[in-house]
């Protein structure tokens, strides 16, 4: 199931980040976005040879640590999205799925003309579409 | 599918805006009105790219980003795509619109220009027709500067009008409409990378 999912922008700034575990381990959950966002700039900058696509906004599994799995998703405004998941076996289907329906989330959030671009993300419909985002994708994998 | 508005709602939107700026707000500072103008604009073009680029894989260069500026934001905003472009290869880029959508049905209250009478009316009509058309441009460069400030690339965008007016109608009961044709210039700070 998905522990968390994060916004981070251009310049690292974080615009959301929510948990979706009952524990307080959110401070953990930081720990791990924040070391991901390394790996983003290691594959950007040093794309390996054989990598199929250069210029995909869909990075694939970051790293995985010892209880988690965490994918990233970097859009051509260079904004990151991650996901932090506690699945063993996700399908690559599923979590480009689930970056593109999370993509049209954070755009319309930041359509708003209230939205202050760079500020964090406020909007409670942003929050309880990714709440839904979120369930389907975990009740997607284990069904 | 979202909703959908028309189309003449932009342009009335965007002419009140002007008439309000700088008639209302900053009547007395027509470049602070055209400074807020444009950073209106800015944020516009701001979220405009977030959107428009949903579904494209990444930019490798500022090349692809200014191309997607001129052929798919270009047709998103105006339903064509920019007719020429052109640069120094310095981070200079020029963007040329031969019939801006936005200007298209601009014109100039008649009634200013009868009260002076003379030949000259030409060039006096042309000062300030493109007076009044600069401020209109104000908000499209700003969409354009947050687009490109978006995507990586920080720049200054200027417009200009050339070919002014390209067709004359003068005719005591018409309107006389104007400039189409309008050049964006598009100067990147960042130091360029085509060597």
């Known amino acids: ?143 | 599918m979202g909703r959908e508005v028309a189309e003449s709602c932009v342009d009335g939107v965007v002419m009140e805006m002007v008439a309000a700026y700088c008639g209302r707000f900053y009547a007395a500072k027509p470049e602070l009105a055209a400074r807020r103008i444009e950073a209106i604009g800015f944020q516009v073009g701001h979220q405009l790219t977030e959107r428009y680029t949903m579904e494209r894989p990444r930019f490798n260069d500022h090349l692809e980003a200014i191309k997607f500026i001129c052929k798919d934001f270009w047709s998103e905003l105006f339903k064509k795509q920019i007719d020429n472009l052109k640069t120094n290869h310095r981070g200079t880029f020029v963007l040329q619109d031969n019939h801006f959508r936005w200007l298209t049905r601009v014109s100039i209250d008649p009634s200013i220009e009868s009260m002076d009478a003379n030949e000259n009316d030409s060039t006096s009509l042309g000062d300030s027709a493109a007076q009044t058309t600069s401020m209109l441009l104000y908000f499209p460069c700003g969409i354009i500067r947050g687009a490109l400030t978006n995507l990586g690339i920080a720049c200054s965008v200027t417009a200009d009008m050339s070919n002014l007016p390209a067709c004359e109608l003068h005719h005591p009961f018409c309107d006389i409409y104007l400039a189409y044709n309008s050049m964006w210039l598009c100067n990147a700070v960042t130091p360029s990378i085509f060597k």
């Open chain 1, 1 to 143: 199931m998905v522990v968390c999912v994060a916004v981070v922008g251009h310049q690292n700034n974080p615009l959301y980040l929510q948990s979706f575990t009952e524990a307080d381990d959110s401070l953990k959950l930081h720990h791990v976005v924040h070391c991901s966002l390394d790996v983003i700039d290691e594959r950007v900058n040093n794309p390996k040879r054989n990598s199929p696509a250069l210029n995909e906004t869909f990075l694939g599994l970051l790293y995985p640590t010892e209880n988690y799995k965490v994918y990233g998703y970097l859009t051509n405004t260079k904004v990151k999205f991650i996901m932090v998941t506690t699945d063993l076996d996700v399908k690559d289907a599923d979590a480009r799925n689930f970056f593109r329906k999370f993509h049209a989330a954070y755009v319309d959030a930041v359509s708003n003309p209230f939205h202050v671009p760079g500020k964090k993300i406020a909007s409670r419909s942003f929050s309880a579409r990714v709440s839904t985002i979120v369930k389907s994708f975990s009740s997607g994998t284990t069904a």
